[in-house]
């Protein structure tokens, strides 16, 4: 019964690979995210995404994307992976439409690019 | 913009005694206020939340306050206990803006 899933848990692969990292939410929210945590545990918004809009942080690369197959998913795709993407991938939802701000977080994939 | 920052970066406490983890803020339009708990290898748990019509509220041996004077918020953790070592993040957002802004976190050590 597990409400924010990620998988996979750990990744290790060669710079300039593509991957891709999967999140599924049981909670019926309307919002999902992805955070990366770099090795100083700050947490860092990526993207925020519902069915009406998709908010980016400006400050991510264009080499990642989410992709949203329906409501319960939000995939993060990273092109021409680099060793500065080594980090740890959160991915979140809450009820951002209930005015209800409160993210519940998956568990983390710990990405490692050599 | 909004700044949320923690003023310690490692919090060490005996077991038993009472813990006490700081957060500033900067924005006054921040309305709505979060702690988290992290422990090792997990992702973020929701502990308390706090809005700013409140300056008090608790919960099972914890408590968040909020000073809105100071821009300040913290989280007090009562008779410490070894599971709540983990680093804990504040995290804040004005009610129109539904983006949290993380603190940095604060690493909680439990002494034996």
């Known amino acids: 019964d597990t409400a924010v899933s990620q998988t996979p848990k750990y990744l290790v692969t060669q710079m300039g690979n593509d991957k891709s990292i999967k999140c599924e939410q049981n909670l019926g929210h309307d919002t999902m995210y992805w955070y990366k945590q770099d090795s100083k545990k700050f947490l860092k918004i990526m993207f925020s995404?519902?069915?009406?809009?998709?908010?980016i942080n400006e400050t991510v690369p264009n080499r990642f994307s989410p992709k949203s197959p329906d409501k319960a998913h939000l995939n993060l795709h990273i092109n021409s992976l680099e060793l500065g993407d080594s980090a740890v991938y959160f991915c979140a939802s809450s009820h951002r439409d209930r005015g209800q701000q409160t993210q519940y977080f998956g568990p983390g994939t710990r990405l490692l690019v050599l | 913009g909004e700044n949320v920052g923690l003023h310690l970066p490692t919090l060490s406490v005996q077991e038993g005694d009472n813990s006490i983890i700081n957060c500033a803020y900067s924005?006054?339009?921040?309305?709505?206020f979060i702690w988290y708990k992290q422990e090792s290898g997990k992702g973020p748990q929701f502990i308390i939340d706090i809005r700013s019509n409140m300056d008090k509220r608790q919960g099972q041996r914890v408590t968040v306050l909020l000073n809105k004077t100071v821009k300040h918020l913290s989280l007090q953790i009562a008779a410490t206990q070894p599971g709540d070592s983990a680093v804990y993040f504040c995290a804040a957002t004005p009610e129109s803006n539904y983006q949290l802004i993380w603190g940095a976190g604060t690493k909680l050590i439990i002494k034996p």
């Open positions: 995404y519902n069915n009406k809009e998709l908010i």
């Open positions: 924005n006054s339009a921040s309305d709505y």
